[in-house]
């Protein structure tokens, strides 16, 4: 076949006809001479905003390739590069491996294990996703918190309850694979061809109810409503998970916590599992009109379907050695109560499919060191945020309501009385302030700084009416539970894995980080049985 790269077609005349007869133009034949058209990857380039353009990669079969191979942009489909294979059994021994968590960490290292023929126990401090979706949106319209199952515990993870971004840093074998098996159990194809893919809350929990059903019909257990909260060991080494049901006997555990497990952490250093405080950021939720970011990010072309919404990435370093940068972009969504603990109030973001909602919104946040941490220890920075999240669950009326200012108004240090023409969608609502009152200078100092430069970045970014909520606390883990580089803790047996372990930042880098793990637990077994 031929590769062809860099197919430019208008928004207004995207559609696979179209693609057809330009890959045709490129070659200078008929449209019809071409047998077969894959597409391989689809993006936007806005960089004109007056000619945004979707930008293809295609392969095409046609007769006599090798005489195009001088065209400009032709060339041979190369063969197929390395291919992930999952790590295979026989698994031997009784014991069985046990997996905590139950998010994309732990949910493709069950998979894989479940594949090896392990027979995995996943332990899921939430519930299934059935009935988690019920508790978000009890915690959304009545202020009813369930420690235990919400927007970061239980089946899926914290990022089922986001946009469901499939597009990360991490690339290779491995990432592919894990994109591939989204796509089979539901995510749609159209996820392994996106630049940018994602997949929405709506469809997620579609796609991890069928991961879950493929574990247990392979031999998995998964069991919700139990949390790990001691680790039994012996001789140095981990003998079992111990839970509010009792103990239970493994081979080894990936530990696939999340970010926001704070009591596993504290049990983790109460056992002398070591641990260390890293790097995180923190900041607020910013909202603007989507139609805006539309206009200024698409120009004329701002909403046409085949563009969908508009999203953005910025960042900015500052004079005085800060900066800001913005993260988990959610275009057409919400910004979601995230709190996980009583008497803390924390915020996320979330998109649907179809990213139809009025506003856009995304994480605004400010890196901060363990040296800025205020606590000491490897939990410093676990305790920093419990203060901020508390003192807004305070400023905000002690109603699980956000704290919530206009930029304007922010960055005049004046508190807001309500909205303008953005409506927050923050529930169970927001109480207008000064977020100087909620958040720490080395916060709102670099907040005000940047707010500016980004808006000269993204035009109508510092909008005067654009809203912000406060605080984004949970962006990523503030500590790394310490790890060899075949991912085994200082004690034998135990495997720390994904985003709460301080090793991944997103859906498809936690995913791929546990199934480094799974592969590690498998070679260790295959050592010692033969």
Known sequence: MLRLRDISLQPRKDSPEALKRAAAKVLGIDAGDIWELKVLRRSIDARKKQDVRLIYTVDIAVS??????????????????????????????????????????????????????????????????????????????????????????????????????????????????????????????????DA???????????????????????????????????????????????????????????????????????????????????????????????????????????????????????????????????????????????????????????????????????ALLVAVAPESFPYPGAMGGVYWQRELEQKAFRAAGESYKAPAQLVGDFLRGEPSSGPGRVKPTYLPGVVWTDLHRVLPKIITGTLEEALPVLGRQLRGFDDAQAVMTAPETRSSSPLRILRSEACVSALEGLYPCGEGAGYAGGIISAAVDGLRCAEALIREKKKLFG
């Open 196 to 362: 940018m893919p994602h997949v929405g809350t709506d469809v997620l929990v579609h796609v991890v109810k069928a991961i879950r059903e493929e574990i247990i019909s392979l031999g998995g257990e998964i069991r919700f409503g139990e949390k790990l909260t001691g680790l039994k060991i012996e001789g140095g080494v981990l003998a079992a998970a111990v839970t509010e049901n009792g103990e239970i006997p493994c081979s080894g555990m990936i530990l696939a916590v999340g970010h926001s497990a704070r009591d596993t952490f504290e049990m983790l250093q109460a056992a002398r599992i070591p641990m260390e405080p890293k790097a995180f950021s923190m900041g607020v939720r910013i909202e603007h009109l989507q139609k805006e970011i539309d206009a200024a990010q698409y120009g004329a072309f701002g909403g046409m379907k085949s563009l969908g919404a508009a999203p953005y990435k910025l960042s900015c370093h500052l004079p005085g050695g800060g900066s800001a940068y913005t993260f988990c972009m959610c275009p057409g969504g919400y910004v979601m109560a995230a709190a996980s603990e009583a008497g803390g109030v924390c915020t996320n973001g979330m998109s649907y499919s179809g990213r139809s909602g009025e506003n856009a919104n995304s």
């Open 64 to 193: 006599g390739e090798g005489k195009y191979l001088t065209r400009r942009g032709v060339s041979a489909a190369p063969e197929n590069g390395p291919v992930y294979v999952p790590e295979k059994g026989p698994w031997q021994g009784e014991k069985r491996p046990v997996v905590v968590g139950f998010g994309p960490a732990g949910m493709f290292a069950a998979l894989v294990l479940a594949r090896a023929g392990a027979n995995p126990v996943v332990l899921e401090r939430g519930e299934p996703v059935e009935a988690r979706t019920k508790a978000v949106r009890r915690f959304r319209e009545e202020g009813i918190l369930d420690p235990e199952s919400n927007v970061q515990f239980g089946e899926g993870g914290a990022g089922t309850f986001s946009d469901g971004k499939l597009h990360s840093g991490v690339s290779g074998p491995r990432s592919r694979w894990v994109l591939e098996q989204f796509a089979a159990f539901g995510a749609g194809e159209r996820i392994l061809t």
